[in-house]
RNA sequence: GCCGGGGUGGCGAAACUGGUCAGACGCGCCCGACUUAAAAUCGGGUGGCCCUCCGGGCUAUGCGGGUUCGAAUCCCGCCCCCGGCACCA
């Protein structure tokens, strides 16, 4: 017998993919079953480098994915790009040196080398990448849709701004007030900038959730995301500036113990008051040092700190005059920047108001009940809330509201390796909107490409310097960049319609897709891409351009594989790279590895052993077939235990792979075949099932090598042969193992025939001498019987 | 603080709706075979404690209680770990 040789065997069938056309799939015929189509996807990679061993886990998911669908469905969808704009990109090409086009492109042609080695079955006819001007044109395209709409548009605002990367961030790109790329801790700053309008679809989002299959725990992360609070806007008047001001509360309950008003820093208000308050100095002056913190320099405040300003606002449920403090615990992006504040039943407010001797007064008691309240005095709580924002909108002075955590997603970056937003500025016209026959609007190569605090694009003088699309005058291009998130928020689309020139997609083609089956990819990403994503199917479909509303109906979140305890980073040092593992094991050992080392959701811990512990398998699993192969004669498998068990195993793959998607335990339960094989022997009458179940079932985790022993076992193409389905009469068995406990714990287990009735169970079970010795002559007082698992006799 | 997930051998883990002595499968370790030897490979063993040791007993799923004939699984209280949100009004 040869030896397994997995460079061989590895290189030989992925030319016989290839050469097959294998994993390329056509469009369907319009009107196609719907039912018969699978798309499975895993997140794009940002082609910054090499492989790691992250992104073997994420695309052998996939893999296994798509290969079990592509044998139980026509058509599969299982396509790979490039997310090859942004900083991930650029900074890359920084490091090395070079322009990023060329930089990207080298990573990408090495990336492809590397996914292909590991046997993935892209449609490589569908690749895209970001960066090439026949993808970002309908990125374009598709940003005027939206701009049209009113849904993307430009403001002055605060944003986050990293001080090393050079550039704005959006909200969703900072963490623990770090940057998403480099860690640096962000500034604020005041800029013009474009916005997405996504909170327009909060209360969407929030409620779609509700139809999506994803994690628990990823919804929870999106929800807190959102960050829906239920309350009301009271309108507070301040006479002196003759102005309503709103405040939003989820309190209006409490009204009637608001003992003063709050405005952050940063409300517009507050200039006014500057500019009629006799301490103007002082009140500017704590102001503008307050609203110059970032946020997290706030909140980390030991000490409530605040302002008088001289000024009162009026509250409308009782006419009481209370003073109007500017403190920066107040802030600016939530609500509407001011609040009414109650001390008794806040935990902020009563610091505040502690630390500067403001009344406090109770309003609700220990009961829950409302005093002190006028003639809501006695009401419960919850129904007070109601009640008194009913009587104030009656009024004109309140209503309910709901206010969301989530922001507007600022997209322009100050860098130059993004697309182009096509706007032109023009003295006459204003801002005017690029069009659509004149895209795509082409990044300019730029020598000195590097970032500067302001936009690169603005040094490409020729290149700013256009003509108003509008009324033909002089025009200046916008020179600031998207955000390579708006690429990834329609990719999927185009896999579908991937070289269409007239359009970013046919939409019946995307109709029959989408949305996408099955999503795999990092939780760090639920906060952002997929945010965004679902933003852009909603608003896309109410522009008609898509038929549907989300995006990724399945998501798997894969874990994060670890090393000496920490995860995975350049910085660290602790990458692993697959060309060497691949070299060392081949691509099969490690795709199950990264598999069976754990559930592919959580974290892990790589252990080289395991890879070793994995080379085993597929040596021994090889042998073992082969010899099968050699020795064993073909013909009908009776059925016996080794049959049995082969149909079980087929009844637990299946099930693991398709509703569990637990990959780990599918594994185990192939490994558990092969072990009961190799102790029955090729002679065996079902050795030769077994050895093809075996090899059939393994087929999405190690393809190379199940390919070559279904060949050997007289076969050819397994990739397109039919997943097995389990004989349900082979799953029955004529015995089973009865357990017999008395009291609880088990005495004895008999091998007894399935036919036999309740009763007869029990007969068995006390007739067993063990049983007996237990009972010991004690009266049976209660029997429970578990149809074909066990008997329990309660005694005494 | 709020929300979500979790805690099982030396290690990664299994046990899916409460039901076959909990620990499948693998790693590691131990013993044996092959070998001059080692590696590789193959076979066997492997939660802990104990006994009268070809057998058997007790104990064991973070801690304490409860429900049940029966609990890793359900309930109550506590401890710890991970993740998200957080001066969010």
Known sequence: MDRYDAQAIEQKWQRVWEDARAFNVANPEPGADRSRKAYVLAMLPYPSGTLHIGHVLVYTISDVLARFHARRHEYLLHPIGFDSFGLPAENDAIRKGGHPREIVEENITH?????????????????????????????????????????????????????????????????????????????????????????????EMLDDLAGLDWPERIKTMQRNWIGRSEGA?????????????????????????????????????????????????????????????????RAAEEEKT???????????????????????????????????????????????????DVPIRTVIDDDGVLVDS?????????????????????????????????????????RYWGSPIPIVYCEACGQVPVPDEQLPVVLPDLEDYRPRGIAPLASAEDWVRTTCPSCGGPGQREVETMDTFVDSSWYFLRYCDPHDDQAPFDKEVVDWW?????????????????????????????????????????????????????????????????????????????????????????????????????????????????????????????????????????????????????????????MELLNDLSRAGSADPAARFAAETAVSLIQPYAPHVAEELWERLGHSRLWEEEW???????????????????????????????????????ARAKASPRVQAHIDGAEVRQTIVVPGKLVNLVVG
């Open 111 to 203: 990336i492809t080398g590397e996914m292909k080695r590991m046997g993935w079955s892209f449609d490589w006819d569908r690749v895209i990448a970001a960066h090439e001007p026949e993808y970002y044109r309908w990125t374009q395209w598709l940003f005027l849709r939206l701009y049209e709409a009113g849904l993307a548009y430009r403001k002055p605002a605060p944003v986050k701004w990293c001080p090393k990367d050079q550039v704005v961030l959006a909200n969703e790109q900072v963490h623990d007030g770090r940057c998403e790329y480099c860690g640096t801790e962000v500034v604020s700053k005041n800029l013009e900038q474009w916005f997405f309008k996504q909170t327009a679809y909060a209360q």
């Open 306 to 356: 605040g302002i008088f300003t001289g000024f009162h606002a009026t509250n409308p449920v009782n006419g009481e005059r209370i003073p109007i403090w500017v403190a920066e615990y107040v802030l600016m992006d939530y609500g509407t920047g001011a609040i009414m504040a109650v001390p008794a039943h806040d935990e902020r407010d009563r610091e505040f108001a502690e630390r500067f």
């Open 374 to 414: 006028g003639e809501f005095t006695g009401m419960p709580a919850d129904e007070a809330k109601r009640a008194i924002v009913d009587r104030l909108a009656e009024d004109g002075r309140g209503r309910h509201a709901i206010s969301y955590r989530l922001r507007d997603w600022g997209f322009s970056r100050q």
């Open 724 to 762: 097995p389905s389990p004989d349900e009469a082979q799953l029955r068995r004529a015995t089973f193992e009865l357990v017999v406990q008395v009291n609880g714990r088990v005495r004895d287990r008999l091998e007894v025939g399935a036919d036999l009735s309740e009763d007869e169970l029990v």
């Open 514 to 670: 989408c949305p996408v089956d099955q999503y795999i990819g990092g939780v760090d990403h639920t906060t952002m891409h997929l945010i965004y994503a679902r933003f852009f199917m909603k608003a896309l479909n109410d522009l008609g351009i898509v038929g549907f509303r989300e995006p990724f109906q399945g998501f798997f979140p894969n874990g994060w594989i670890q090393l000496g305890g920490s995860k995975m980073s350049k910085s660290k040092g602790n990458v692993i790279g697959p060309d060497e593992l691949i070299s060392r094991y081949g691509a099969d050992a490690l795709r199950l590895y990264t598999l069976f080392m754990g559930p592919a959701d959580g974290d892990m811990e790589w252990a080289d052993e395991g890879v070793e512990g994995m080379a085993r398998f597929v040596r021994r699993l090889y042998r073992l077939v082969t010899e099968v192969a050699e020795q064993s004669s073909r013909g009908d498998a009776p059925a016996n235990d080794l049959s049995h068990k082969a149909h079980e195993t087929i009844a637990r793959v299946t099930d693991d792979l398709g509703r569990r998607k637990s990959f780990n335990t599918a594994i185990a339960a192939v």
């Open 233 to 297: 806007e009271v309108l507070f008047r301040i006479d002196e500036l003759e102005l309503d001001v709103p405040v939003f509360t989820t309190r209006p309950d409490t009204l009637f113990g608001a003992t003063f008003f709050v405005l952050a820093p940063e409300h517009p208000l507050v200039e006014e008051i500057i500019a009629r308050s006799p301490n103007a100095a002082e009140l500017r002056d704590y102001a503008g040092h307050a609203a110059a913190k970032r946020g997290e320099e």
